[in-house]
C-alpha cells in the first residue's frame, strides 16, 4: 500500500542507484480519510462523522450509538487514542531517519481525504498538517 512503514520496517533494498526514489502514501488515519468510502471496504463505507484534530475520548459512549453496529468498535479504538499532528509525526520522522541511514530519497506520492463525508475544516487542517509534516521532514 505504500504506507511510510512498509519502507521503514524492513524494505530490502534492490539494488544502489542514485537516481532511484522511494515513493510513500499516506492516509492515516484511514478511519478519517477513508470515512465514507464504500470501495474501500464496507468498514470505511460505513464511517460518517469521524473528526481530526481531535484528542483521546473524543467520542462519547452516546455519541457511538449513532455509528453502524459494525463500526462502533472501531470508532470506540478511533476515540481512545489522540489524532493530531503531533500523532502523525512519527511515521514522517521514522521514514526521515531510514532515507537518511540508507542515503536514499522518498517522495510523498499521494494523501488526502475522501471528500464526500468528512467535515471541509476537518480535512483542511488533516491536509495541512500532513503537507507541514512533508516539508518538515524534507520530502517533496
Known amino acids: 500500500w505504500n504506507s511510510p512503514e512498509a519502507i521503514f520496517n524492513g524494505l530490502k533494498i534492490p539494488f544502489s542507484d542514485p537516481k532511484l526514489i522511494y515513493t510513500f502514501h499516506f492516509y492515516q488515519p484511514m478511519e478519517f480519510t477513508h470515512q465514507g468510502l464504500a470501495n474501500a471496504g464496507p468498514y470505511y463505507g460505513k464511517l460518517k462523522n469521524v473528526r481530526w484534530d481531535v484528542g483521546s475520548g473524543s467520542v462519547r459512549e452516546a455519541?457511538?450509538?449513532?455509528?453502524?453496529?459494525?463500526?462502533?468498535?472501531?470508532?470506540?479504538?478511533?476515540?481512545?487514542?489522540?489524532?493530531?499532528?503531533?500523532?502523525?509525526?512519527?511515521?514522517?520522522?521514522?521514514?526521515?531517519?531510514?532515507?537518511?541511514?540508507?542515503?536514499?530519497?522518498?517522495?510523498?506520492?499521494?494523501?488526502?481525504?475522501?471528500?464526500?463525508?468528512?467535515?471541509?475544516?476537518?480535512?483542511?487542517?488533516?491536509?495541512?498538517?500532513?503537507?507541514?509534516?512533508?516539508?518538515?521532514?524534507?520530502?517533496g
Open 63 to 139: 455519541d457511538l450509538a449513532t455509528f453502524d453496529p459494525s463500526v462502533r468498535n472501531g470508532m470506540r479504538r478511533y476515540s481512545q487514542a489522540s489524532h493530531r499532528k503531533a500523532d502523525l509525526s512519527w511515521a514522517f520522522s521514522q521514514l526521515r531517519s531510514w532515507c537518511e541511514s540508507h542515503n536514499q530519497i522518498a517522495w510523498l506520492g499521494e494523501f488526502g481525504v475522501y471528500s464526500k463525508v468528512a467535515a471541509p475544516r476537518d480535512r483542511e487542517a488533516w491536509i495541512r498538517d500532513v503537507r507541514e509534516l512533508a516539508e518538515e521532514n524534507g520530502f
